[in-house]
């Protein structure tokens, strides 16, 4: 089976649906989301996105923060591109009909996280990315040239040297084999425009606050296709998550120490003074580095996040989501500290891209967590993301209607999806084995703390799992849990050789071995391309 469309969205969170949006009016666009079109990173999102917006604030002083967040890694020409892009990108939204939170005097109340000298966040409550969702899902399901395909997963991008069996330098993009899950078949989709936008890969690790759906696919798709990648050794560790053995890694956003709240150890003492001048409100990389060494120094499971210094109404009314939550698991967070560890959150590497989100692929564009584009360096600044999605979606669209100026012009002819003698498999535990394998190995020996000896071991194990995930690839029929572990182990794998290669130690990238930022020979990206 066959579709075509202007423009192949891969992912339904902020980026590309509102790339989505952008571009709708100028042709067809299929949104391919692989599970329910809501279930992404960004409707989790909940402290909210950065902008400048005050009178106390400067677009000057958001730039300085994220270069100082991104340990001087970012490029400063896009960050400016980016902060300078907010306020447009939050009228973008509004108009789309994101409600976010006012203040008693009907002002956009804005809340402060790690990083920001200023007060820059503007949310809704403490569910920020569901309200994004909530108006960007429904602005999109009323425009009459946006098809969605829910449960739909991506397998492969289609380029010329797929087709054709042969080298093509510049390589171009054509669209995406794509899984239908339910009806177990594989659709041709053809597309003068894809656009990868398929989130994050926290399910890399075995305890991450992401949702099922991060299993990296776009950044596995684009490598696999010849793309370059970067910097994927910055996989940035959420400070607190909910430590509770149901919890399945429950966010407590950045937002509640923005409003008051102090990290303690077991006995009531608060540690991040001997960390880091801004305390708790140190970025991310520190304080999740903190957390780690306080529990290992300690022998502690957790520490303890403590905001009932805070009135419990107002708690209740800033934090509906948390608190419920919390309660739900016999945690009172108006009444007593919350147990707290640190999980997988937000790759801050990705899919190399230039200031429009062009990958080195012709018509592959990636953007939102998928990409890297120079903005997060080597550290997120907390709500960065977001704010970058909606911004990369507009130049990503942009540049998208510049490229279909022929338009006109008949689609390429494009083999459909050959399965060869692929065999229903009776052997599902090989593929749960081996997910749970990874993602061990990626905690184990890739996580806050790295040494050269534990990214060496982790190398071998994921490459002998790639092995076992080939013979098994072509052997049986194309399921969604396969091409997620393919995704999962071929991200497994870029993490590990972007950490081994960067000699020193720079925000998310900690290494017993190069302990020391290494200024003049590691003040650049780290890239991986496959070799054909
Ligand atoms: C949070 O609410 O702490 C998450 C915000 C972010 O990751 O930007």
Redesign the pocket.
């Known amino acids: 089976m066959k579709q075509t469309s202007d423009f192949l969205v891969i992912g339904s969170g902020i980026a590309g649906l509102s790339y989505a949006l952008k571009v709708a009016a100028h042709g067809t666009v299929s949104i391919v989301t692989k599970r329910e079109v809501s279930e992404t990173a960004t409707n989790l999102?909940?402290?909210g996105i950065a902008s400048v917006f005050s009178e106390e604030d400067s677009f000057e002083a958001h730039v300085e923060d994220t270069m100082k967040a991104g340990a001087w890694l970012s490029d400063t020409g896009i960050v400016k591109m980016v902060v300078e892009s907010g306020p447009q990108a939050i009228t973008d939204l509004i108009d789309w009909g994101v409600k976010f939170s006012r203040n008693e005097a009907n002002e956009y109340d804005l809340t402060r996280?790690g990083g920001h000298s200023q007060r820059r966040i503007l949310h809704a409550k403490d569910m920020t990315g569901q309200e994004i969702e909530r108006a960007l899902v429904a602005a999109a399901e009323k425009h009459p040239n946006i098809t969605f395909y829910e449960h739909h997963i991506a397998v492969d991008l289609i380029t010329e040297a797929k087709i054709k069996h042969r080298r093509v330098k510049p390589d171009r993009c054509l669209g995406a084999y794509v899984l239908d899950i339910e009806n177990k078949e594989v659709i041709t989709f053809g597309a003068r425009i894809t656009v990868l936008a398929t989130g994050g890969a926290g399910k890399v690790y075995l305890y991450t606050c992401n949702p099922d759906v991060a299993t990296g696919d776009g950044v596995a798709m684009a490598y696999r296709a010849g793309a370059t990648v970067a910097n994927m050794e910055f996989m940035q560790f959420?400070p607190t998550t909910l430590y509770h053995p149901l919890a399945k890694s429950f966010?407590i956003?950045?937002?509640v120490r923005g409003e008051g709240a102090i990290l303690k150890r077991s006995d009531g003492t608060p540690f991040m003074a001997q960390y880091h001048e801004l305390k708790d409100l140190a970025p991310r990389d520190i304080v999740a580095r903190a957390i780690d060494n306080e529990m290992k120094i300690r022998g502690d499971d957790c520490v303890f996040l403590d905001i009932t210094n805070k009135d419990a109404a107002y708690i209740k009314d800033r934090f509906p989501n948390i608190y419920e939550t919390c309660l739900g698991y016999g945690i009172d967070i108006t009444r007593e500290p919350i147990p707290v560890v640190p999980a997988a959150?937000?790759l801050c590497g990705g899919v190399a891209v230039d200031s429009w989100g062009q990958s080195d692929i012709e018509n592959l564009f990636a953007i939102g967590e998928t990409s890297c584009t120079g903005l997060h360096g080597a550290n997120r600044l907390?709500?960065?993301?977001l704010l970058e999605g909606v911004v990369y979606g507009d130049r990503a669209a942009q540049k998208s209607l510049e490229l279909i100026t022929d338009k006109q012009s008949p689609f390429p002819p494009i083999e459909p999806w050959d399965s060869g003698n692929a065999t229903d498999s009776d052997e599902e535990v090989v593929v749960a084995h081996n997910w749970d394998e990874i993602r061990r190995c990626m905690w184990n020996y890739v996580g806050i703390v790295r040494s050269n000896k534990r990214l060496v071991r982790a190398l071998r194990r994921i490459q002998m799992i790639q092995e076992e995930i080939a013979d098994y690839y072509w052997d049986f029929t194309v399921t969604s849990d396969l091409v997620e572990l393919r995704n999962i182990a071929t991200v497994a794998e870029m993490i590990v050789r972007c950490a081994l290669e960067r000699k020193e130690s720079r925000g998310l990238h900690y290494t017993i071995d190069y302990p020391e930022t290494d200024n003049i020979h590691w003040k650049k990206s780290t890239t991986v391309c496959k070799v054909f």
């Open positions: 999102a909940q402290g996280e959420h966010l956003s950045e937002a959150h937000y907390a709500s960065n993301s």
